[in-house]
């Protein structure tokens, strides 16, 4: 600290003994140190217990309890996803209609049918909270979408990569990863997890977040760091919110 004044040399010794007990203090309570949301929320996890582990059996079938019982990774971009590498098109159900309209049909109030098709009906969208009145046609289909509630590149990320191809399928045809929902909402989700979108109905948004991690659970796949502990912000506000079509333990 040569050349320094007196006054000068005291507080560069003030900050040292500071940061060093900051540092002390971390070390010793390192629950203090929490993870802030982007969006400016409050503080939701100590992101040092957001590592790296094997699925393992959870507490419950509360989504909280299942989310801690994912594994956390990274997403694994090494192998290039391609759409087809799940389907390339709707398969048929067991009532012999294809898998969008076994959606449509039970996600539609209000329907009018022509064989397996809906020709119209009301749709609750879970998405936005909106109405929608669905009406079949080559310009109106496009308001009501069925989205992949885990979208599939996601999947292909956390772990389905690593799948045979009717486990894959069996992930794209899945009613527990199917909602219909409001088309303009589901283009604007496109590939993107609970860490960077989440519906603006936020009424929803519990269900939203126990169902993603319901297919997770059951299919084995991961979540990433961001993605667990934007899931943790959620499900504060709704502890005991159930998984969707899980048997208990």
Same mark, same amino acid.
């Given at each position: 600290?040569?050349?320094?004044?007196?006054?000068?040399?005291?507080?560069?010794?003030?900050?040292?003994?500071?940061?060093?007990?900051? +540092?002390?203090?971390?070390?010793?309570?390192?629950?203090?140190?929490?993870?802030?949301?982007?969006?400016?929320?409050?503080?939701?996890?100590?992101?040092?217990?957001?590592?790296?582990?094997?699925?393992?059996?959870?507490?419950?079938?509360?989504?909280?309890?299942?989310?801690?019982?994912? +594994?956390?990774?990274?997403?694994?971009?090494?192998?290039?996803?391609?759409?087809?590498?799940?389907?390339?098109?709707?398969?048929?159900?067991?009532?012999?209609?294809?898998?969008?309209?076994?959606?449509?049909?039970?996600?539609?109030?209000?329907?009018?049918?022509?064989?397996?098709?809906?020709?119209?009906?009301?749709?609750?969208?879970?998405?936005?909270?909106?109405?929608?009145?669905?009406?079949?046609?080559?310009?109106?289909?496009?308001?009501?979408?069925?989205?992949?509630?885990?979208?599939?590149?996601?999947?292909?990320?956390?772990?389905?990569?690593?799948?045979?191809?009717?486990?894959?399928?069996?992930?794209?045809?899945?009613?527990?990863?199917?909602?219909?929902?409001?088309?303009?909402?589901?283009?604007?989700?496109?590939?993107?997890?609970?860490?960077?979108?989440?519906?603006?109905?936020?009424?929803?948004?519990?269900?939203?977040?126990?169902?993603?991690?319901?297919?997770?659970?059951?299919?084995?796949?991961?979540?990433?760091?961001?993605?667990?502990?934007?899931?943790?912000?959620?499900?504060?506000?709704?502890?005991?919110?159930?998984?969707?079509?899980?048997?208990?333990?």
């Amino acid at each position: 600290m040569a050349g320094l004044s007196q006054y000068k040399r005291r507080r560069v010794t003030a900050v040292i003994v500071a940061a060093g007990l900051f +540092a002390l203090f971390l070390i010793f309570n390192p629950a203090a140190y929490q993870y802030i949301s982007p969006d400016g929320g409050a503080l939701i996890d100590n992101v040092a217990n957001v590592q790296s582990k094997d699925q393992t059996k959870p507490d419950s079938m509360k989504a909280y309890d299942v989310l801690n019982a994912l +594994a956390v990774r990274a997403k694994d971009t090494s192998q290039k996803y391609y759409r087809k590498q799940f389907y390339d098109s709707w398969g048929l159900t067991a009532s012999g209609c294809n898998t969008r309209e076994a959606i449509l049909t039970r996600d539609l109030t209000d329907k009018v049918m022509k064989g397996c098709k809906v020709q119209s009906g009301t749709l609750s969208d879970p998405y936005t909270g909106k109405t929608i009145n669905f009406v079949r046609g080559e310009d109106t289909s496009g308001a009501v979408q069925i989205d992949h509630v885990v979208a599939l590149s996601n999947a292909w990320a956390t772990g389905a990569y690593a799948f045979d191809a009717d486990t894959r399928y069996q992930i794209s045809q899945d009613p527990l990863n199917l909602l219909a929902v409001d088309g303009p909402a589901n283009q604007e989700k496109l590939d993107q997890d609970a860490s960077t979108w989440l519906p603006s109905n936020q009424a929803f948004r519990c269900q939203y977040v126990a169902r993603q991690i319901s297919v997770k659970y059951k299919y084995q796949l991961w979540v990433t760091p961001a993605e667990k502990v934007a899931m943790q912000k959620v499900l504060t506000f709704c502890p005991n919110e159930p998984t969707v079509g899980l048997e208990n333990p």
